[in-house]
């Protein structure tokens, strides 16, 4: 706790007049103002010097922001006594990336900052504040003002229930939080705008008529969405690896389709790489140009369609063989959609028509997928080495 400096002030006016009384007079210095300064009437004292000088009576000291130096605060009346202290903010993050100035929040906070909760990049449309409550009692209540222009003409508050900023005209009592309850909240600021300056600051709340000036101004910026999506094509140990368009992969060699042969599966694997920050993650969808492999020698095609190749007569299609992602549990997990998780060579179609194949219902940081292509000629398909097909993967954020 800081130290008080007590202060005896003797204030001298010099006077070239008779007696009077003086009224009200209001006396400024740098760091606070006297209210309601009232000379004694009909006392007048001679200095040696030959100067005169008033007796004052010193009123109420104002409770404006200048009562306050750089080293002391001037309780100036009772009811003064019972102000809680000037709260401050002691962290607001958005894009904190391996650190973190928060001490309240989960430990995935503290140990990999808010990207670790939000996804790459941090939070564009959330953020997290703590207080630093100067030794205030723990049942102190506190209220947050937020601004996008430095409280110049946007001053709205944080609602104690929604957590969305709201005007001034719906701010109330119920918008007043202990410590415990605005921190418990991971996201305690919600609603933002992406890719935006914004400035809060708080001020404390310790029984009736007690409300603080608002304390110090602190600011973040918030992130934009983040997307990123990649294709890589490798083999089934490829996890890790990265290759450049153009993208192919071919049945030849020992892959090689032969008709009326059992389905074989390319030697190379279709990889996918995905993160977002987006709140609800994402899906992947996939269609193809032909709706299956398709010759223009023969004009044939081994059409694409959800079945288990071991006894259907000819198909192809592709099957999830692979799916890691960092772990967080504030982040999401990537599934894949039922038709694309079957065994052996049963396999999802690669339709015309955009079908979903992967998903993620919350952020997702540094996914990988990894898909077989899978394909069975039947009897009736003349052999050609032109049998091609073009797949299209979307990658679909939802913010």
Same mark, same amino acid.
């Given at each position: 706790?800081?130290?008080?400096?007590?202060?005896?002030?003797?204030?001298?006016?010099?006077?070239?007049?008779?007696?009077?009384?003086?009224?009200?007079?209001?006396?400024?210095?740098?760091?606070?103002?006297?209210?309601?300064?009232?000379?004694?009437?009909?006392?007048?004292?001679?200095?040696?010097?030959? @100067?005169?000088?008033?007796?004052?009576?010193?009123?109420?000291?104002?409770?404006?922001?200048?009562?306050?130096?750089?080293?002391?605060?001037?309780?100036? #009346?009772?009811?003064?006594?019972?102000?809680?202290?000037?709260?401050?903010?002691?962290?607001?993050?958005? &894009?904190?990336?391996?650190? %973190?100035?928060? %001490?309240?929040?989960?430990?995935?906070?503290?140990?990999?900052?808010?990207? $670790?909760?939000?996804?790459?990049?941090?939070?564009?449309?959330?953020?997290?504040?703590?207080?630093? %409550?100067?030794?205030?009692?723990? @049942?102190?209540?506190?209220?947050? +003002?937020?601004?996008?222009?430095?409280?110049?003409?946007?001053?709205?508050?944080?609602?104690? #229930?929604?957590?969305?900023?709201?005007?001034?005209? &719906?701010?109330?009592?119920?918008?007043?939080?202990?410590?415990?309850?605005?921190?418990?909240?991971?996201?305690?600021?919600?609603?933002?705008?992406?890719?935006?300056?914004?400035?809060?600051?708080?001020?404390?709340?310790?029984?009736?008529?007690?409300?603080?000036?608002?304390?110090?101004?602190? #600011?973040?910026? &918030?992130?934009?969405?983040?997307?990123?999506?990649?294709?890589?094509?490798?083999?089934?140990?490829? &996890?890790?690896?990265?290759?450049?368009?153009?993208?192919?992969?071919?049945? !030849?060699?020992?892959?090689?389709?032969?008709?009326?042969?059992?389905?074989?599966?390319?030697?190379?694997?279709?990889?996918?790489?995905?993160?977002?920050? #987006?709140?609800?993650?994402?899906?992947?969808?996939?269609?193809?140009?032909?709706?299956?492999? =398709?010759?223009?020698?023969?004009?044939?095609?081994?059409?694409?369609?959800? $079945? @288990?190749?071991? !006894?259907?007569?000819?198909?192809?299609?592709?099957?999830? $063989? =692979?799916?890691?992602?960092?772990?967080?549990?504030?982040?999401?997990?990537?599934?894949? +959609?039922?038709?694309?998780?079957?065994?052996?060579?049963?396999?999802?179609?690669?339709?015309?028509? $955009? !079908?979903?194949? =992967?998903?993620?219902?919350?952020?997702?940081?540094?996914?990988? +997928?990894?898909?077989?292509?899978?394909?069975?000629?039947? +009897?009736?398909? !003349?052999?050609?080495?032109? =049998?091609?097909?073009?797949?299209?993967?979307?990658?679909?954020?939802?913010?």
């Amino acid at each position: 706790m800081k130290s008080k400096n007590i202060l005896k002030a003797f204030i001298y006016i010099c006077i070239i007049m008779l007696p009077i009384n003086i009224f009200a007079a209001e006396l400024d210095s740098p760091n606070y103002k006297i209210v309601g300064a009232t000379t004694k009437g009909g006392g007048l004292t001679q200095t040696l010097d030959g @100067d005169y000088s008033a007796l004052l009576e010193v009123g109420r000291i104002s409770n404006n922001p200048r009562n306050y130096s750089s080293s002391y605060k001037m309780f100036t #009346s009772p009811e003064e006594a019972f102000l809680p202290a000037v709260p401050e903010i002691s962290c607001f993050e958005t &894009t904190t990336s391996g650190s %973190t100035n928060c %001490t309240t929040g989960p430990s995935e906070l503290t140990s990999g900052g808010m990207v $670790a909760i939000c996804g790459p990049s941090g939070c564009y449309d959330k953020a997290r504040f703590e207080i630093d %409550t100067n030794d205030n009692p723990t @049942d102190t209540l506190y209220a947050v +003002m937020i601004s996008e222009d430095n409280f110049a003409s946007d001053i709205r508050y944080i609602d104690g #229930s929604s957590f969305w900023p709201e005007t001034i005209s &719906t701010h109330n009592l119920s918008d007043f939080l202990t410590k415990s309850e605005w921190e418990t909240e991971v996201f305690n600021i919600k609603g933002l705008q992406t890719n935006t300056l914004y400035y809060i600051r708080a001020f404390a709340l310790h029984g009736d008529f007690t409300q603080t000036e608002p304390g110090p101004i602190v #600011s973040v910026t &918030t992130s934009a969405g983040s997307v990123f999506f990649d294709i890589d094509i490798a083999g089934p140990s490829g &996890t890790t690896a990265e290759s450049a368009s153009p993208y192919s992969i071919s049945f !030849t060699g020992a892959y090689q389709l032969i008709s009326g042969a059992p389905a074989v599966t390319a030697g190379d694997r279709i990889w996918l790489d995905a993160s977002t920050n #987006s709140e609800g993650g994402f899906a992947i969808v996939v269609r193809g140009l032909n709706g299956g492999l =398709y010759s223009n020698t023969t004009g044939q095609t081994i059409v694409s369609s959800t $079945a @288990d190749l071991d !006894t259907a007569s000819d198909g192809f299609g592709i099957q999830n $063989a =692979y799916i890691s992602q960092d772990t967080y549990s504030y982040l999401g997990t990537i599934s894949a +959609m039922t038709d694309y998780t079957g065994t052996a060579n049963s396999v999802g179609i690669v339709g015309t028509t $955009a !079908t979903k194949v =992967y998903e993620s219902d919350s952020p997702v940081f540094n996914g990988r +997928m990894g898909l077989n292509v899978i394909a069975k000629p039947g +009897m009736n398909k !003349t052999a050609a080495s032109d =049998y091609q097909e073009s797949i299209y993967f979307v990658f679909i954020p939802r913010f």
